[in-house]
């Protein structure tokens, strides 16, 4: 049995074996992954769709066992879509493949906090689902006006869903009409925003040149690592790119050069894992495990040893750490973190999303990384921090900065 209050759905009833449905979840959702990969080279594959077809219905029928009924209604509607696309109805196109990723996604995380929560926020749920009723409804005709509403529900951010809801239209006040002195402090807002991230990094993911030899030690180290392995290619330079934007577009209440040393030094330790570890497709061992999680250790004890880098070495330390508390390696929760730390977060969590891993078959799009982010806001990612990596994201987008990682380059 299920109760549901607001956008919370809770699952009332244990079941023992819904640690096997998410496995079954994650699996299917890297079949999905692999068909619409494929699918990309060969857009009226039959096999390919009912592949796609199956894994929803596989996942449909699971949900209806463990009574996880808004499920069941998500993957019908994306089942409906995908019937839509194997009776002709519909033409295969990078924005339909995007909704299945992206639902596959939701799906996924879903099924992850109620395995381990007994509960999940629904937020946008239910108007993805209509909205993708109605785009099957409306047919081939109908995509380029209610794709974009689609995703900007499965994306979660506010400002997508409400340009989404106007059509598409970017609300421009009229020429002879004086802002209102609200606007005029939210248009401030958003120029002094932009102007902060250009300052903090002039040339989008390449730093500049610092003269602090600390700093110099500390980038270097932090480069070789990316060397020493071809998915990690100017690593470090994305994510202290994005790192010290997001702090900037706050007001930078993190120590600007506390938090770039933390971008350089954060995952040190992951140079001194074995290959077989570094690069391992599956599950770890619990030793494994823990050796992985240990590597926090290591760029923060160096920090330790350094006159004046304390903070950077608690950032370190932290920035595997959740908002819930089901990070490590103190559990810690909330403001029990420190604000570094829940900048480091999101933004190491960008990167793999975005970037290759043995353990995924094809890397997220941007969209797709950051409706995951979103989604696990309050959860797993801090919600104010969020919100600025938001900011931060788009004003990049606008500047080309995703460009040849959209391309695959």
């Known amino acids: 049995?299920?109760?549901?209050?607001?956008?919370?759905?809770?699952?009332?009833?244990?079941?023992?074996?819904?640690?096997?449905?998410?496995?079954?979840?994650?699996?299917?959702?890297v079949e999905v992954e692999s068909a619409l990969l494929r699918l990309e080279?060969?857009?009226?594959?039959?096999?390919?769709?009912?592949?796609?077809?199956?894994?929803l219905h596989t996942i449909k029928g699971d949900a209806n066992i463990f009574h996880i009924d808004p499920m069941v209604d998500f993957a019908h509607s994306v089942e409906n879509l995908v019937e839509g696309l194997r009776?002709?109805?519909?033409?295969?196109?990078?924005?339909?493949?995007?909704?299945?990723?992206?639902?596959?996604?939701?799906?996924?995380?879903?099924?992850?906090?109620?395995?381990k929560n007994g509960k999940v926020d629904l937020g946008e749920v239910p108007k993805v689902i209509e909205s993708i009723n109605l785009l099957v409804q409306s047919g081939e005709d109908k995509i380029k006006e209610y794709a974009p509403l689609v995703q900007a529900y499965l994306s979660g951010d506010p400002d997508k869903i409400r340009i989404a809801e106007n059509g598409g239209a970017i609300e421009v006040d009229e020429p002879e009409e004086t802002p209102a002195p609200e606007q005029q402090v939210v248009q401030k807002k958003q120029d002094i925003d932009i102007e902060l991230v250009q300052k903090t990094h002039k040339?989008?993911?390449?730093?500049?040149?610092?003269?602090d030899p600390?700093?110099?030690?500390?980038?270097?180290?932090?480069?070789?690592?990316d060397d020493s392995n071809h998915r990690w290619a100017n690593r470090t330079a994305f994510i202290?790119?994005?790192?010290?934007?997001?702090?900037?577009?706050?007001?930078?209440?993190?120590?600007?050069?506390?938090?770039?040393?933390?971008?350089?030094?954060?995952?040190i330790g992951m140079g001194f894992l074995p290959d077989e570890i570094f690069n391992k497709k599956g599950k770890y061992t619990n030793e494994e495990l823990k050796e992985v999680q240990d590597h926090?250790?290591?760029?923060?004890?160096?920090?330790?040893?350094?006159?004046?880098?304390?903070?950077?070495?608690?950032?370190?330390?932290?920035?595997?750490?959740?908002?819930?508390g089901s990070g490590y390696p103190k559990q810690l929760v909330g403001e029990?973190?420190?604000?570094?730390?829940?900048?480091?977060?999101?933004?190491?969590?960008?990167?793999?999303?975005?970037?290759?891993?043995?353990?995924?078959?094809?890397?997220?799009?941007?969209?797709?990384?950051?409706?995951?982010?979103?989604?696990?806001a309050g959860s797993q990612f801090c919600p104010f921090w969020v919100e600025q990596f938001n900011k931060v994201v788009k004003i990049q987008l606008m500047a080309g900065a995703f460009k040849d990682l959209e391309k695959g380059e």
């Open 240 to 267: 202290a790119s994005i790192a010290l934007g997001t702090n900037g577009v706050a007001g930078t209440p993190v120590d600007y050069f506390q938090l770039e040393a933390a971008c350089y030094m954060h995952d």
């Open 296 to 324: 926090v250790y290591v760029g923060s004890g160096l920090l330790k040893r350094m006159m004046g880098w304390e903070p950077a070495a608690e950032i370190v330390e932290q920035h595997h750490e959740q908002f819930n």
């Open 203 to 211: 040339k989008i993911f390449v730093l500049t040149e610092t003269l």
């Open 41 to 55: 080279d060969a857009p009226d594959s039959t096999e390919l769709l009912n592949q796609v077809f199956r894994a």
């Open 336 to 376: 029990e973190i420190c604000d570094g730390a829940r900048i480091m977060l999101i933004c190491d969590a960008f990167f793999a999303m975005t970037h290759s891993r043995p353990d995924r078959v094809n890397r997220k799009s941007i969209m797709r990384a950051v409706a995951e982010i979103n989604a696990s």
């Open 87 to 115: 009776e002709g109805e519909i033409k295969y196109c990078k924005q339909i493949s995007e909704i299945i990723l992206l639902s596959m996604d939701r799906l996924l995380f879903i099924t992850r906090e109620v395995a």
């Open 1 to 29: 049995m299920t109760e549901n209050n607001s956008d919370i759905f809770v699952l009332v009833d244990e079941y023992d074996d819904i640690k096997d449905f998410l496995d079954e979840v994650e699996e299917k959702h």
């Open 214 to 225: 600390d700093l110099q030690l500390f980038r270097s180290l932090g480069e070789a690592v």
